[in-house]
Protein backbone atom coordinates (compact mmCIF):
# COMPACT_ATOMS: atom_id res chain seq x y z
CA UNK A 1 0.00 0.00 0.00
CA UNK A 2 1.59 3.50 -0.85
CA UNK A 3 0.00 6.52 1.02
CA UNK A 4 0.70 10.64 0.28
CA UNK A 5 0.02 12.40 3.36
CA UNK A 6 0.16 16.21 2.36
CA UNK A 7 1.35 18.23 5.61
CA UNK A 8 1.92 21.55 3.28
CA UNK A 9 -0.57 23.15 6.04
CA UNK A 10 1.68 23.45 9.00
CA UNK A 11 2.82 26.44 10.61
CA UNK A 12 5.99 27.76 12.33
CA UNK A 13 4.55 27.84 15.32
CA UNK A 14 2.38 24.94 15.55
CA UNK A 15 -1.40 25.66 16.83
CA UNK A 16 -4.37 22.64 17.28
CA UNK A 17 -4.25 21.60 13.67
CA UNK A 18 -0.69 21.61 13.37
CA UNK A 19 -0.72 19.57 16.67
CA UNK A 20 -2.74 16.63 14.82
CA UNK A 21 -0.07 16.71 11.23
CA UNK A 22 2.61 16.39 13.47
CA UNK A 23 1.01 14.08 15.73
CA UNK A 24 -0.54 11.75 12.42
CA UNK A 25 2.54 11.40 11.66
CA UNK A 26 4.60 10.63 14.25
CA UNK A 27 1.68 8.34 15.44
CA UNK A 28 1.59 6.08 12.13
CA UNK A 29 5.88 6.12 11.96
CA UNK A 30 5.81 4.21 15.33
CA UNK A 31 3.09 1.02 13.87
CA UNK A 32 4.74 -1.42 12.06
CA UNK A 33 2.37 -0.87 9.07
CA UNK A 34 3.08 -2.74 5.56
CA UNK A 35 3.19 0.67 4.10
CA UNK A 36 5.21 3.28 2.04
CA UNK A 37 4.89 6.71 2.92
CA UNK A 38 5.19 10.03 0.64
CA UNK A 39 4.90 13.04 2.95
CA UNK A 40 4.39 16.48 0.99
CA UNK A 41 6.45 19.41 2.77
CA UNK A 42 7.19 22.85 2.31
CA UNK A 43 10.84 23.21 1.43
CA UNK A 44 10.48 25.57 4.67
CA UNK A 45 9.98 22.49 7.12
CA UNK A 46 12.74 20.30 5.79
CA UNK A 47 14.89 20.55 9.41
CA UNK A 48 12.07 20.24 10.62
CA UNK A 49 11.62 16.67 9.36
CA UNK A 50 15.01 15.64 9.13
CA UNK A 51 14.62 15.73 13.04
CA UNK A 52 12.29 13.90 12.99
CA UNK A 53 14.50 10.64 12.22
CA UNK A 54 11.27 8.69 10.57
CA UNK A 55 11.37 5.27 9.53
CA UNK A 56 13.22 4.26 5.99
CA UNK A 57 9.59 3.55 4.66
CA UNK A 58 8.55 7.44 4.82
CA UNK A 59 9.80 9.29 1.77
CA UNK A 60 9.89 13.35 2.49
CA UNK A 61 9.20 15.12 -0.62
CA UNK A 62 9.62 19.27 -0.09
CA UNK A 63 7.21 20.59 -2.95
CA UNK A 64 5.70 23.77 -2.02
CA UNK A 65 6.36 27.31 -0.15
CA UNK A 66 4.19 28.33 2.86
CA UNK A 67 2.27 30.97 1.15
CA UNK A 68 -0.97 29.80 0.57
CA UNK A 69 -1.44 30.47 -2.98
CA UNK A 70 1.26 28.66 -3.84
CA UNK A 71 -0.01 25.91 -1.42
CA UNK A 72 -3.02 26.01 -3.47
CA UNK A 73 -1.82 25.52 -6.86
CA UNK A 74 0.65 22.56 -5.78
CA UNK A 75 -2.62 21.15 -4.28
CA UNK A 76 -4.68 21.30 -7.71
CA UNK A 77 -1.91 21.30 -9.92
CA UNK A 78 1.42 19.66 -9.16
CA UNK A 79 0.34 16.88 -6.76
CA UNK A 80 -2.48 15.02 -9.14
CA UNK A 81 0.67 14.40 -11.43
CA UNK A 82 2.69 13.04 -8.23
CA UNK A 83 0.05 10.91 -7.24
CA UNK A 84 -0.07 9.14 -10.83
CA UNK A 85 3.84 9.21 -11.32
CA UNK A 86 4.43 7.44 -7.44
CA UNK A 87 1.59 4.84 -8.05
CA UNK A 88 -0.10 6.52 -4.77
CA UNK A 89 -3.11 4.19 -3.64
CA UNK A 90 -4.26 6.34 -0.55
CA UNK A 91 -4.21 10.49 -0.30
CA UNK A 92 -4.64 11.71 3.19
CA UNK A 93 -5.86 15.92 2.80
CA UNK A 94 -5.66 16.63 6.53
CA UNK A 95 -7.38 19.99 5.88
CA UNK A 96 -10.55 20.86 4.62
CA UNK A 97 -9.78 20.41 0.68
CA UNK A 98 -8.79 17.86 -1.83
CA UNK A 99 -7.35 17.85 -5.38
CA UNK A 100 -10.28 18.66 -8.12
CA UNK A 101 -8.22 15.99 -9.82
CA UNK A 102 -8.94 12.68 -8.28
CA UNK A 103 -7.00 10.08 -10.57
CA UNK A 104 -5.93 6.79 -9.42
CA UNK A 105 -5.88 7.38 -5.87
CA UNK A 106 -8.58 7.21 -3.15
CA UNK A 107 -8.94 10.29 -0.75
CA UNK A 108 -8.94 10.34 2.73
CA UNK A 109 -10.28 13.97 3.46
CA UNK A 110 -9.81 15.85 7.47
CA UNK A 111 -12.39 18.12 8.83
CA UNK A 112 -11.34 19.78 11.87
CA UNK A 113 -14.48 21.63 12.30
CA UNK A 114 -17.36 23.36 10.79
CA UNK A 115 -16.75 26.91 12.88
CA UNK A 116 -16.54 28.67 9.23
CA UNK A 117 -20.16 27.29 8.43
CA UNK A 118 -21.48 27.94 11.94
CA UNK A 119 -19.14 30.94 13.05
CA UNK A 120 -17.76 32.99 9.84
CA UNK A 121 -17.50 36.22 11.64
CA UNK A 122 -14.21 34.44 13.84
CA UNK A 123 -12.12 33.36 10.49
CA UNK A 124 -10.29 35.90 8.00
CA UNK A 125 -12.35 36.94 4.94
CA UNK A 126 -10.66 33.85 2.63
CA UNK A 127 -11.71 30.93 5.25
CA UNK A 128 -15.36 31.86 4.99
CA UNK A 129 -18.13 33.22 2.38
CA UNK A 130 -20.40 31.23 -0.07
CA UNK A 131 -17.60 30.31 -2.15
CA UNK A 132 -15.31 28.62 0.98
CA UNK A 133 -18.45 26.79 1.88
CA UNK A 134 -19.02 25.25 -1.21
CA UNK A 135 -15.65 24.17 -1.92
CA UNK A 136 -15.19 22.78 1.73
CA UNK A 137 -18.62 21.13 1.13
CA UNK A 138 -18.02 19.72 -2.32
CA UNK A 139 -14.80 17.94 -1.18
CA UNK A 140 -16.74 16.58 1.60
CA UNK A 141 -19.00 15.31 -1.05
CA UNK A 142 -16.31 13.74 -3.35
CA UNK A 143 -13.88 12.17 -0.47
CA UNK A 144 -14.08 8.30 0.17
CA UNK A 145 -14.15 8.57 3.24
CA UNK A 146 -13.88 11.56 5.94
CA UNK A 147 -12.22 12.25 8.83
CA UNK A 148 -13.20 13.96 12.21
CA UNK A 149 -11.92 14.56 15.66
CA UNK A 150 -15.19 14.65 17.49
CA UNK A 151 -18.63 13.42 17.32
CA UNK A 152 -19.59 17.40 17.17
CA UNK A 153 -18.15 17.52 14.16
CA UNK A 154 -19.75 14.69 12.64
CA UNK A 155 -23.12 16.28 13.56
CA UNK A 156 -22.51 19.56 12.41
CA UNK A 157 -21.07 18.29 8.28
CA UNK A 158 -24.69 16.16 8.84
CA UNK A 159 -26.64 19.14 9.18
CA UNK A 160 -24.50 21.47 7.59
CA UNK A 161 -23.72 19.47 4.49
CA UNK A 162 -26.46 18.10 1.97
CA UNK A 163 -26.17 14.67 0.75
CA UNK A 164 -23.14 13.15 2.73
CA UNK A 165 -23.51 9.95 4.51
CA UNK A 166 -22.72 9.14 7.84
CA UNK A 167 -21.23 5.90 6.99
CA UNK A 168 -18.94 7.92 5.30
CA UNK A 169 -17.12 10.07 8.23
CA UNK A 170 -15.27 8.52 10.64
CA UNK A 171 -14.81 9.94 14.18
CA UNK A 172 -11.21 9.25 15.25
CA UNK A 173 -10.55 11.28 18.67
CA UNK A 174 -6.34 12.66 18.39
CA UNK A 175 -4.14 11.59 21.41
CA UNK A 176 -2.80 13.64 24.19
CA UNK A 177 1.47 13.91 24.13
CA UNK A 178 3.35 11.97 26.91
CA UNK A 179 4.95 15.06 27.80
CA UNK A 180 2.04 16.98 29.46
CA UNK A 181 1.86 15.28 33.07
CA UNK A 182 2.55 16.66 36.32
CA UNK A 183 5.64 18.74 36.90
CA UNK A 184 7.81 19.00 40.31
CA UNK A 185 7.47 22.64 41.40
CA UNK A 186 11.08 23.65 40.93
CA UNK A 187 11.32 22.37 37.36
CA UNK A 188 8.00 24.74 37.28
CA UNK A 189 9.44 27.28 38.90
CA UNK A 190 12.47 28.00 36.54
CA UNK A 191 10.44 27.97 33.28
CA UNK A 192 8.27 30.64 34.85
CA UNK A 193 11.01 32.68 36.20
CA UNK A 194 12.57 32.61 32.96
CA UNK A 195 9.35 33.80 30.86
CA UNK A 196 8.46 36.34 33.60
CA UNK A 197 5.40 34.95 34.36
CA UNK A 198 3.70 35.87 38.05
CA UNK A 199 2.39 33.25 40.72
CA UNK A 200 0.08 32.13 41.09
CA UNK A 201 -2.00 32.41 37.65
CA UNK A 202 -5.29 31.05 35.94
CA UNK A 203 -4.01 30.52 32.43
CA UNK A 204 -5.51 30.13 28.85
CA UNK A 205 -3.59 28.42 25.98
CA UNK A 206 -4.57 29.21 21.99
CA UNK A 207 -4.36 31.23 19.56
CA UNK A 208 -6.01 34.55 20.74
CA UNK A 209 -8.40 35.06 18.10
CA UNK A 210 -12.75 35.91 18.20
CA UNK A 211 -13.73 31.94 18.78
CA UNK A 212 -11.81 31.47 21.87
CA UNK A 213 -14.33 33.95 23.62
CA UNK A 214 -12.03 35.46 25.76
CA UNK A 215 -13.33 38.83 26.39
CA UNK A 216 -16.21 37.00 28.16
CA UNK A 217 -12.92 35.08 30.42
CA UNK A 218 -11.22 38.79 31.50
CA UNK A 219 -14.90 39.78 32.46
CA UNK A 220 -15.42 36.74 34.59
CA UNK A 221 -11.58 37.26 36.09
CA UNK A 222 -12.35 40.67 37.22
CA UNK A 223 -15.09 39.41 38.77
CA UNK A 224 -13.10 37.28 40.83
CA UNK A 225 -10.51 39.87 41.25
CA UNK A 226 -13.44 41.70 43.10
CA UNK A 227 -13.71 38.89 45.21
CA UNK A 228 -10.13 39.57 46.62
CA UNK A 229 -8.80 36.31 44.49
CA UNK A 230 -4.86 36.87 44.50
CA UNK A 231 -4.19 34.70 41.15
CA UNK A 232 -3.16 36.75 37.82
CA UNK A 233 -4.69 36.23 34.16
CA UNK A 234 -2.06 35.17 31.71
CA UNK A 235 -3.16 34.31 27.63
CA UNK A 236 -0.83 32.45 26.00
CA UNK A 237 -0.68 32.18 22.48
CA UNK A 238 0.01 34.04 19.37
CA UNK A 239 -2.05 36.84 17.84
CA UNK A 240 -4.39 36.44 15.15
CA UNK A 241 -5.97 37.99 12.04
CA UNK A 242 -7.89 40.15 14.25
CA UNK A 243 -7.04 41.11 18.27
CA UNK A 244 -8.82 44.32 18.13
CA UNK A 245 -11.77 43.15 20.49
CA UNK A 246 -9.51 41.49 22.70
CA UNK A 247 -7.12 44.62 22.87
CA UNK A 248 -10.25 46.88 23.59
CA UNK A 249 -11.39 44.29 26.85
CA UNK A 250 -7.59 44.48 28.52
CA UNK A 251 -7.25 48.09 28.06
CA UNK A 252 -11.21 48.49 29.14
CA UNK A 253 -10.33 46.20 32.71
CA UNK A 254 -9.59 47.27 35.91
CA UNK A 255 -7.62 44.85 35.92
CA UNK A 256 -5.57 45.29 32.96
CA UNK A 257 -2.01 45.36 35.40
CA UNK A 258 -2.75 41.92 36.08
CA UNK A 259 -3.54 40.84 32.81
CA UNK A 260 -0.48 38.95 30.96
CA UNK A 261 -0.10 38.17 26.94
CA UNK A 262 3.36 36.53 26.96
CA UNK A 263 2.73 35.33 23.42
CA UNK A 264 3.41 32.26 21.41
CA UNK A 265 4.81 29.48 24.48
CA UNK A 266 7.63 27.30 22.29
CA UNK A 267 6.46 23.12 22.69
CA UNK A 268 9.34 22.72 25.22
CA UNK A 269 8.37 25.63 27.79
CA UNK A 270 4.36 24.39 27.29
CA UNK A 271 4.42 21.43 29.41
CA UNK A 272 5.78 23.75 32.54
CA UNK A 273 3.21 26.43 31.89
CA UNK A 274 0.65 24.28 31.99
CA UNK A 275 2.01 22.22 34.88
CA UNK A 276 2.32 26.03 36.78
CA UNK A 277 -1.09 26.91 36.32
CA UNK A 278 -3.61 27.01 39.43
CA UNK A 279 -6.54 26.76 36.75
CA UNK A 280 -6.93 26.45 33.35
CA UNK A 281 -9.65 28.11 31.66
CA UNK A 282 -11.00 27.39 27.81
CA UNK A 283 -14.03 29.68 27.07
CA UNK A 284 -14.29 29.01 23.58
CA UNK A 285 -17.41 29.09 21.14
CA UNK A 286 -16.56 26.11 19.43
CA UNK A 287 -13.65 23.42 19.26
CA UNK A 288 -13.59 20.28 16.30
CA UNK A 289 -11.45 18.42 19.33
CA UNK A 290 -9.61 20.55 21.64
CA UNK A 291 -5.99 20.14 22.99
CA UNK A 292 -5.29 22.59 25.04
CA UNK A 293 -7.67 21.57 28.14
CA UNK A 294 -6.93 17.97 27.87
CA UNK A 295 -3.32 18.75 27.67
CA UNK A 296 -4.17 20.53 30.80
CA UNK A 297 -5.80 18.30 32.77
CA UNK A 298 -2.72 15.54 31.83
CA UNK A 299 -0.81 18.33 33.70
CA UNK A 300 -2.71 17.87 36.49
CA UNK A 301 -4.63 21.19 36.08
CA UNK A 302 -8.43 21.25 36.88
CA UNK A 303 -10.33 22.95 34.12
CA UNK A 304 -13.33 24.99 33.87
CA UNK A 305 -14.31 25.25 29.73
CA UNK A 306 -17.08 25.85 27.91
CA UNK A 307 -20.20 23.99 27.74
CA UNK A 308 -20.64 23.12 23.70
CA UNK A 309 -19.41 20.92 20.51
CA UNK A 310 -16.37 18.73 21.66
CA UNK A 311 -15.39 20.52 24.59
CA UNK A 312 -18.88 18.97 25.68
CA UNK A 313 -17.71 15.26 23.77
CA UNK A 314 -14.44 14.95 25.57
CA UNK A 315 -14.46 16.73 29.28
CA UNK A 316 -18.50 16.56 30.70
CA UNK A 317 -17.61 14.56 33.99
CA UNK A 318 -14.21 15.99 34.38
CA UNK A 319 -14.14 19.66 34.02
CA UNK A 320 -16.64 21.87 34.96
CA UNK A 321 -18.55 22.98 31.79
CA UNK A 322 -21.10 26.54 32.01
CA UNK A 323 -22.28 28.27 29.11
CA UNK A 324 -19.68 29.88 26.82
CA UNK A 325 -21.51 33.52 27.26
CA UNK A 326 -22.33 33.77 30.73
CA UNK A 327 -19.23 35.23 32.10
CA UNK A 328 -20.96 35.24 36.05
CA UNK A 329 -20.98 31.27 35.91
CA UNK A 330 -17.21 31.08 34.58
CA UNK A 331 -16.42 33.48 37.56
CA UNK A 332 -18.59 30.96 40.04
CA UNK A 333 -16.93 27.83 38.36
CA UNK A 334 -13.32 29.30 38.61
CA UNK A 335 -13.77 30.66 42.60
CA UNK A 336 -14.79 26.99 43.02
CA UNK A 337 -12.12 25.26 41.91
CA UNK A 338 -9.59 27.43 43.29
CA UNK A 339 -10.96 27.68 46.90
CA UNK A 340 -13.14 24.00 46.95
CA UNK A 341 -10.50 21.68 47.66
CA UNK A 342 -12.71 18.80 47.41
CA UNK A 343 -13.70 19.69 44.28
CA UNK A 344 -10.73 20.56 43.10
CA UNK A 345 -9.03 17.43 44.42
CA UNK A 346 -11.70 15.89 42.42
CA UNK A 347 -11.43 17.43 38.84
CA UNK A 348 -7.35 16.80 38.81
CA UNK A 349 -8.05 13.26 39.39
CA UNK A 350 -10.63 12.74 36.95
CA UNK A 351 -8.68 14.93 34.39
CA UNK A 352 -5.81 12.67 34.76
CA UNK A 353 -7.66 9.80 34.38
CA UNK A 354 -9.90 11.17 31.39
CA UNK A 355 -6.80 12.74 29.29
CA UNK A 356 -5.00 9.37 29.38
CA UNK A 357 -8.48 7.93 27.61
CA UNK A 358 -6.56 10.24 24.77
CA UNK A 359 -3.77 7.46 22.98
CA UNK A 360 -1.94 8.75 19.44
CA UNK A 361 -1.12 5.06 19.17
CA UNK A 362 -4.97 4.33 18.64
CA UNK A 363 -5.47 7.21 16.55
CA UNK A 364 -3.33 5.99 13.84
CA UNK A 365 -4.51 2.41 14.21
CA UNK A 366 -8.09 3.63 13.42
CA UNK A 367 -6.37 6.06 11.11
CA UNK A 368 -4.63 3.35 8.73
CA UNK A 369 -7.53 0.89 8.98
CA UNK A 370 -8.86 3.79 6.45
CA UNK A 371 -6.24 4.04 4.77
CA UNK A 372 -6.42 -0.06 4.03
CA UNK A 373 -10.13 -0.16 3.81
CA UNK A 374 -9.78 1.98 0.73
CA UNK A 375 -6.83 1.01 -1.09
CA UNK A 376 -8.41 -2.71 -1.01
CA UNK A 377 -11.54 -1.09 -3.12
Known amino acids: MRVAIDLTALNPKPSGIDRYLEGLVASLAQLDADADWLLFINAEDCARFAAKRLPPRFRIMPVCFRPRLLRLLFQQLLQPLLLYAFRIDVLHSPTFIMPLWRGRARHVLTIHDMSSFVLPQSHPAMRRGPLYERAVSTCIRRADLVTVPS?????????????????????????????????????????????????????????????????????????????????????????????????????????????????????????????????????SLLEGFGFPPLEAMASGVPVVASDTSSLRDNLAGTAILVPPTNSEAFAAAMETLLTDETARTQAITSGLERSRSFRWEAFARETLACYRALAQR
Do not use: M
Not at 151 to 165: G, T
Not at 179 to 202: K, M
Not at 246 to 258: C, E, F, G, P, T
Open 151 to 283: QSVKEDILRLVPRVHGARIRVIPCGVDDHFHPRDSAEVGAVLHRLNLPAPYILFVGTLDPRKNLPVLIYAYSQLVARQRPEHLVLAGQTSWSVDELSSSVASAAVSDRIHLPGYIADSDLPFVYAGAALFVYP
